[in-house]
């Protein structure tokens, strides 16, 4: 991949893409979550998923490192194509990220053993380095200074950026963030926005599940609407939110945008 | 000429009050004496507690002999612990030997030792020390207590018994169950449908029948089933029945501690790319078996005190040797004495393990911890 087109205009096209999602078909028992999605994503691209709650958005993203199983279609992670094997699986999982509603840390370890356990499983790092780097990643996410306590004595915006420097400690790919404000008070909302912001203009692939339509305006390369299991509209933000097409769109915007 | 006089010329400042809401005094203020109808309650529970007390206190210590070798010694009318001294030997070690019953306190030595380090949390190496307790002792202690090698006389498991038996059926029972509980439960959590089938046949199979059943059936039923020239051990297999039985019960505790953790935790392992044994050592299990540490404990004393049913298939531990005591001529009608001072043992044991358990629910505490 050529590095002009990566950093300005970010074309997707033009690159060998990171995710490649073909005709994906996903049920829960008869109720069909997912149909026929076709998503790619370049290298570099941020891209958010909106939609009415049940659309099928977080499942969607949860499909990408295989914490949901798929029934039909295809999902091409880095050039890893998916398959039942769990090796393979945890091949690609090594090259995702995933920040979660609810955080999700390890409560009975401390803010630097979440950062250090996968590296030190997975990687095989020594303890030393592995620390190393989870405290590059904590100063990043400006918390290096709580690394020795424990999930429960942080605040929901402090826990959710451990949890985003936990998953940047395995310097992955791509970065699934799964709601990451959503379980947050309103004061807290903006410290983690700023870092999935700084994160965003360092070049990171990310899919986003997010309400936050101010985040979406601001690093979004693309938006993506979905409605009962269906990608129902995709395009950059500047054209989502003042040309929604689709009808469905319109109506979603103007319950979240219209106050 | 005033500023080296023998006497002060200013005031000394007032000393504090004697704090009266600490010690003893203050303690009894506070919570017995404040107000005046606790105190008329606590005067009547108290006299209450004192009637009801006191004649077992006489009865135990104050007209109890203590001294002495022979019943002639028992003069008073209070118990006679002369009986439990004349024969504390036996109810330590059982029948086993005289000449090799250092052995025996080699192994208690050792095992005390060894739980000390392991509870105590300030010592060091506790991986090491946790490896060889695991898997260096079990060889050690079987070679001592049982003997057979390096010039040490053998002795059979049939001439063990008392305190020392007890305490090798309660620690291989705790030692096993526990990793076997837990397999136990991960395998009734499977999606594997044959580990599924097998945890939950085993589980519910174990835990329906009575420990009495399991005893006799490994004591009695067994060898008919087996040819008649493998011999088992008959300790060994009570041991192996108890260990399965307790496994059973310790599994459904697990499971509980199991199901308590949330999915979030499950998922946040697999998304840094853990492996299912990663996840569930490193993530799960420190937290579900944290969570049912009572329930863990709970059976462990259960565990405990339920060695003592061995003596249905004619193994003597603690209580059986001390019941075997009232049989003889010498010492005929103690029973008293002692049913109350095995009663005290197992208590001592099990109370133990129960102040060790809440410390230790208090220490793991990370959720407030600050």
Known sequence: MNEATASDTRNVDDAKPMIEIERLNKWYGDFHVLRDIDLTVAKGERIVICGPSGSGKSTLIRCINHLEAHQQGAITVNGIEMTRDIKRIEQIRRNVGMVFQHFNLFPHLTVLENCCLSQIWVQKKPRAEAEKTAFEYLERVQIADQARKYPGQLSGGQQQRVAIARALCMRPEVMLFDEPTSALDPEMIKEVLDVMIELAHEGMTMLCVTHEMGFAKTVADRVIFMDQGQIIEQAPPSAFFNNPRSERTKLFLSQILGH | ?370
């Not at chain 2, 010694?73 to 002369?82: E, P, Q």
């Not at chain 2, 569930?280 to 329930?295: C, D, N, S």
């Open chain 2, 1 to 370: 000429m005033n500023d080296q006089s023998a006497y002060r010329t200013e005031m000394l400042p007032p000393r504090q009050a004697p704090d009266q809401r600490r010690g003893i005094g203050g303690w009894l203020r506070a919570n017995l004496f404040n107000g005046p109808i606790n105190s008329v309650v606590s005067v009547v529970v108290i006299t209450f507690l004192a009637w009801c007390l006191w004649p077992f206190l006489k009865w135990t210590l104050f007209d109890a002999d203590f001294l002495g070798s022979t019943r002639a010694d028992c003069t008073g009318d209070g118990a006679c612990w002369v009986f439990i001294s004349a024969r504390f030997e036996s109810i330590v070690y059982g029948f086993y030997p005289e000449a090799a019953r250092w052995r025996v306190d080699i192994v208690f030595a050792m095992m005390a030792a060894l739980v000390a380090w392991l509870a105590i949390p300030r010592l060091p190496y506790k991986r090491w020390v946790g490896l060889f307790a695991l898997v260096g002792f079990p060889v050690v202690a079987w070679i001592l207590l049982s003997g057979g090698y390096f010039g040490l006389e053998y002795v059979p498991t049939r001439a063990w018994g008392g305190l020392m038996l007890t305490l090798v059926i309660a620690t291989v029972g705790i030692v096993g169950s526990l990793p076997l509980g837990v397999l136990l439960a991960l395998g009734r959590r499977s999606k594997m449908p044959f580990v599924k089938a097998v945890s939950v046949i085993f589980i519910e199979f174990w835990r329906g029948v009575p420990l009495i059943t399991v005893l006799f059936m490994a004591s009695v039923m067994l060898p008919l089933f087996v040819p008649g020239n493998v011999e088992f051990d008959k300790l060994l297999r009570a041991l192996i029945g108890i260990m399965f039985f307790w496994s059973a019960y310790m599994a459904e505790v697990i499971r509980g501690g199991l199901q308590a953790i949330g999915k979030g935790q499950n998922e946040a392992g697999q998304a840094l790319g853990l492996g299912y044994w990663q996840r569930t050592g490193l993530i799960i299990l420190p937290q579900a078996l944290k969570l049912v540490i009572p329930g863990i404990v709970n059976t462990f004393i259960a565990l405990f005190k339920d060695t003592s049913l061995v003596l249905i298939i004619g193994l003597f531990d603690l209580l059986a040797i001390i019941r075997a005591g009232l049989t003889d001529a010498n010492w005929l009608g103690f029973s008293t004495e002692g049913y109350v001072f095995a009663a005290l043992m197992f208590w001592v044991f099990c109370f133990a393990m129960s102040r060790y358990s809440q410390y230790i629910e208090r220490r793991l505490n990370t959720s407030y911890r600050t």
